[in-house]
């Protein structure tokens, strides 16, 4: 049996194997594009309102509403009655207000902590493309994730980006006008030659 020490230096020495044939595995896309405020509204909008989940619940509410509404102005209602449908009406009202007010907060939130934490200067970040890979690097080269293909679950596009959502929910931008090697029209071929939709 190999000595603990021994095998903890194979690892080391095959995950620096792998980090190396990573970045020696040409580019076929590179994009550069500093986190703003646009960047963490699109970010915000799709959590918040275009997630299946959230377009199901608005789809219910919204037929909820609908319905209260119309129990309210019919003519046999009771005082009892109305004062219940008054409030199950505000319950989606309410709802809706929370998520508009966290659409507008959390951008704002998100790209302070962001400047907090790069003394005041945003985020510049260089994704790196290749036929196995989706890298992210800091301006300084550090590379920051690397997302294999497999562990991608959707591609979303929105007005600026194209957002790769991994199965552990984390999110790998692409700004569509700021492509320094490849365009957005050849990434979006690539990415159905992968199989995803988008």
Same mark, same amino acid.
């Given at each position: 049996? %190999?000595? =603990?020490? *021994? !095998?903890?230096?194979?690892?080391?020495?095959?995950?620096?194997?792998?980090? $190396?044939?990573?970045?020696? /595995?040409?580019?076929?896309?590179?994009?550069?594009?500093?986190?703003?405020?646009?960047?963490?509204?699109?970010?915000?909008?799709?959590?918040?309102?275009?997630?299946?989940?959230?377009?199901?619940?608005?789809?219910?509410?919204?037929?909820?509403?609908?319905?209260?509404?119309?129990?309210?102005?019919?003519?046999?209602?009771?005082?009892?009655?109305?004062?219940?449908?008054?409030?199950?009406?505000?319950?989606?009202? %309410?709802? =809706?207000? *929370? !998520?508009?007010?966290?659409?507008?907060?959390?951008?704002?939130?998100?790209? $302070?902590?962001?400047?907090? /934490?790069?003394?005041?200067?945003?985020?510049?970040?260089?994704?790196?493309?290749?036929?196995?890979?989706?890298?992210?690097?800091?301006?300084?080269?550090?590379?920051?994730?690397?997302?294999?293909?497999?562990?991608?679950?959707?591609?979303?596009?929105?007005?600026?980006?194209?957002?790769?959502?991994?199965?552990?929910?984390?999110?790998?931008?692409?700004?569509?006008?700021?492509?320094?090697?490849?365009?957005?029209?050849?990434? =979006?071929?690539? !990415?159905?030659?992968?199989?995803?939709?988008?």
């Amino acid at each position: 049996m %190999a000595p =603990l020490c *021994a !095998l903890m230096v194979d690892v080391t020495a095959a995950h620096a194997a792998g980090r $190396k044939r990573r970045s020696l /595995m040409p580019s076929l896309f590179e994009n550069r594009f500093l986190h703003s405020k646009e960047f963490y509204r699109e970010i915000s909008f799709y959590s918040l309102f275009k997630r299946p989940l959230m377009l199901v619940a608005f789809i219910l509410l919204s037929l909820g509403f609908v319905l209260l509404f119309m129990n309210l102005i019919s003519a046999n209602s009771s005082s009892y009655e109305f004062t219940l449908t008054i409030g199950l009406l505000l319950v989606p009202l %309410a709802l =809706l207000t *929370a !998520l508009i007010i966290n659409y507008i907060r959390i951008p704002n939130i998100r790209l $302070k902590q962001e400047l907090d /934490m790069n003394f005041g200067v945003p985020y510049d970040e260089t994704v790196v493309v290749n036929d196995l890979w989706i890298s992210g690097f800091a301006a300084n080269g550090t590379r920051k994730y690397a997302i294999q293909f497999g562990e991608i679950k959707k591609v979303v596009k929105t007005k600026h980006y194209f957002l790769l959502i991994t199965k552990s929910r984390l999110i790998c931008a692409l700004k569509k006008d700021s492509f320094i090697k490849g365009n957005p029209d050849d990434f =979006l071929l690539f !990415l159905r030659s992968k199989g995803y939709r988008c």
